[in-house]
């Protein structure tokens, strides 16, 4: 796919009583991402100018779109925008400041004409104003047509720039961020990936790790159970070998310690970078140093292959030869620098989990990241495995290539993730860890590295809602009265479980943008009058029913027999505690309602069962009801099963999404990951 960079350079005039005429240079430098394993998303500023507000402040105005945005409730997408002015010719660039008066939409701060609504968000505080978000405004997806944007700069803020502006030059940067929202999730996935986060427990049993290679202290399974451990608070994590705490399979943190709370720990929300450092953006970065700063962080030798320099030293130009695609050979300190340039920080190994997982395991980014633990590129977050990554605090970028204080200094304080450590033969997929390379190596020997950074969340953005995942009560009601398994729904009084929201669909690629992790074009989910699902659930004491009423814009379903599952469908897993394990698909399909046991223990409950499904094409909806004998299925009243759901999604052209309750479904399903539940006595 052919991708472009939109760089142009503005000379405007500026007429007030309170700014002398004067000329000013505007550039727009829009850092469109991109990378191997994902498309760019067409990000441009353009139309840069500056005009004056008052003796203090000055307007400047940008247009910005890109073509693959989104928003459903909390899940969005955004571009962090900063800012860079040189006072003249002679003098070095330095960081805007921003003048806001609130976090969200403040004074100032607006869309002039047309385009897609957008929202925007300055965070302030300790941190300084030294950028803003741009999102939508409200839910929908797809290109966001340009619009016209104007921020507030503080220009007494900045050395040797007066109120003429005369002959200052300003620099507008973008780079696409994912929302992260604040709620809780799992370190480690309960398997046996190497150096993995776990829960101790009483029956834990800790075996001294050995060192593989140059890639840290590792363990092998041993054979015991590791649970995963629930983040659950912005809070300090316990660690050690004690009962309930954080423990590692190796690459461990205190015992008998904790991480601080200081810590970015993932509960918090947080913004992270949709895509790697690109090279066009790196040439960008360097281009706004100092001649002494710009040799350190240019590696010639390493990314000095994509990136060229000329003009005559020390004034060197840099510029990409491939803008879009990851800068490779960055050593740890290299994207520190960069992401302190941007008003960034690093990301934290626990927040990386978080990034994946979200509060289920979704094996890609549960949120719209690219490229996370996949395409054979490896990251390297913040570790907890050291003091040094432990004394992080978060801190972000203060928009100079000075690292913070309370940053690693160097890749010792951080931890190898991601999947180019898989292909080298270990088990890692998403809980695996691997010990930092040394660290005159970091930059030298690895050209399989991504760098990606994150800002935390402001706390005062209270238009966007945590996101806990999707439970069910595990007691199943016993109900007052029957059910009669006719699609009416007439008896059913509450709905136990809604499933609308882009949490709830996936494969999570289909959630957001029209191409999944690796460019390929493909449908993505529209929003909930694509497919969305009110289910109901509960007990008669001699059945257990289920219905629903599913949205959908177009129902189809031309399977038969084994395959109904794979159009419109409900699909049931259950899994009984003597291990009896059932999957069922009821479909409404062109020969008429078909249920379906895929697994289970003999005919009895095909024979018994009772079942409609009732299709209602004006109102867009289709019904399922369904009565399950318990006797057939080897339950009864008290019982404890796994029970799980699916309902899948076919317009005529294939089975893109599906909206699921959990892990394990669809297809012929992994019933250890269903959630437990209980039949009311």
């Known amino acids: 796919m052919k991708r472009s960079v939109f760089c142009r350079v503005f000379r405007v005039s500026c007429d007030s009583t309170a700014f002398a005429r004067a000329r000013v240079a505007a550039i727009a430098s829009c850092l469109v991402i991109g990378a191997g394993v994902a498309c760019a998303d067409g990000l441009k500023i353009e139309n840069v100018t500056v005009a004056p507000r008052d003796a203090e402040t000055a307007i400047v ?25 040189q006072a003249d010719s002679k003098a070095g660039w330095q960081p805007v400041t921003l003048v806001a008066d609130k976090v969200v939409n403040p004074a100032g701060f607006s869309q002039e004409k047309g385009g897609t609504p957008l929202e925007f968000v300055v965070p302030g505080g300790d941190d300084g104003f030294i950028g803003m978000f741009v999102r939508r405004a409200a839910d929908g997806k797809g290109a966001l047509e340009k619009g016209a944007i104007t921020a507030v700069w503080d ?24 929302y992260v929202a604040e709620g809780p999730f799992d370190l480690g996935s309960g398997g046996t990936e190497w150096n993995r986060f776990y829960t101790w427990t009483e029956g834990s049993r800790d075996i001294a790790p050995r060192r593989i290679g140059a890639i840290g202290w590792v363990k092998q399974d041993d054979g015991q159970d590791t649970p995963p451990y629930r983040v659950t608070s912005a809070g300090a994590i316990p660690t050690g070998r004690q009962e309930g705490k954080l423990w590692a399979a190796g690459i461990r943190p205190e015992d008998g310690g904790e991480i601080p709370a200081s810590f970015p720990n993932g509960y918090p929300a947080f913004y992270c970078m949709k895509h790697f450092i690109t090279q066009g953006q790196y040439a960008g970065f360097l281009n706004t140093l100092t001649p002494t700063q710009a040799k350190e962080r240019f590696h010639i030798d390493g990314h000095g292959r994509w990136i060229k320099r000329s003009g005559k030293s020390p004034n060197h130009a840099y510029s990409a030869s491939e803008p879009d695609e990851r800068c490779p050979w960055l050593s740890w ?27 289920i395991d979704a094996g890609v980014s549960y949120w719209g990241v690219a490229g996370m633990n996949m395409g054979g590129v490896y990251e390297r977050p913040v570790s907890v495995g050291s ?30 993730r991601g999947d180019y450590l898989t292909n080298l033969g270990q088990h890692l997929n998403t809980s ?51 059910v009669r398994a006719d699609g009416g729904l007439d008896e059913w009084d509450e709905c136990a479980l809604n499933l609308g929201g882009a949490g709830d669909v996936f494969p999570v690629y289909r959630r957001f943008a029209p191409f999944d992790y690796y460019g390929r074009p493909l449908k993505p989910w529209q929003g909930p009058k694509d497919v969305s699902a009110e289910m109901y659930f509960g007990s008669d004491g001699e059945a257990l029913c289920m219905a629903a009423e599913v949205t959908d814009d177009r129902h189809f ?30 479909a409404l399909t062109q020969d008429g309602v078909a249920l379906h046991q895929s ?69 012929s399903g992994n019933s250890t990951m269903y959630p437990q539940f209980v039949l009311e006595k």
């Open 61 to 85: 105005k940008f247009d910005i779109s890109w073509a693959n945005s989104w928003r459903h409730g909390s899940f969005h997408d955004a571009v962090w925008v900063f800012f860079k002015v």
């Open 155 to 178: 220009f007494t803020a900045n050395k040797g720039v007066t109120k003429d502006v005369k002959n200052v030059r300003l620099q507008v940067f973008g780079i696409e961020m994912v």
């Open 333 to 359: 300190t290299d994207g520190a620098a960069f992401a302190a340039w941007a008003g960034l920080r690093p990301m934290t190994e626990l927040e990386y989990e978080k990034a994946i997982r979200g509060p």
């Open 387 to 416: 003091p040094v990554g432990r004394a992080f605090a978060g801190t972000h970028g203060r928009g100079t290539p000075d690292l913070p204080a309370d940053w690693p200094a160097d890749v010792g304080g951080a931890v190898f």
């Open 432 to 482: 695996g860890r691997a010990g930092a390379i040394n660290v005159k190596a970091d930059r030298n020997i690895h050209p399989f590295a991504g760098w990606r950074a994150v800002r935390s969340a402001p706390p005062c953005d209270t238009a966007i809602e945590p996101i806990i995942g999707r439970t069910l009560d595990p007691q199943v009601p016993r109900l007052d009265r029957g």
């Open 557 to 586: 379903n031309a399977k038969t027999g084994d395959n109904i599952a794979g159009g419109d469908a409900l699909q049931i897993g259950l899994v009984t505690a003597e291990g009896v394990d059932w999957n069922i698909a009821l």
């Open 599 to 667: 697994s289970g223990e003999g005919e009895t409950l095909m024979k018994t069962a009772d079942c409609a499904v009732v299709r209602d094409d004006k109102a867009k909806v289709t019904r399922y009801e369904l009565r399950l004998p318990l006797a057939a299925l080897g339950l009864k009243p008290g019982d404890e099963f796994g029970f799980n759901v699916v309902f899948v999604d076919d317009d005529g052209d294939g089975q893109p999404y599906w909206l699921r309750l959990a892990p394990g479904l669809p297809g």
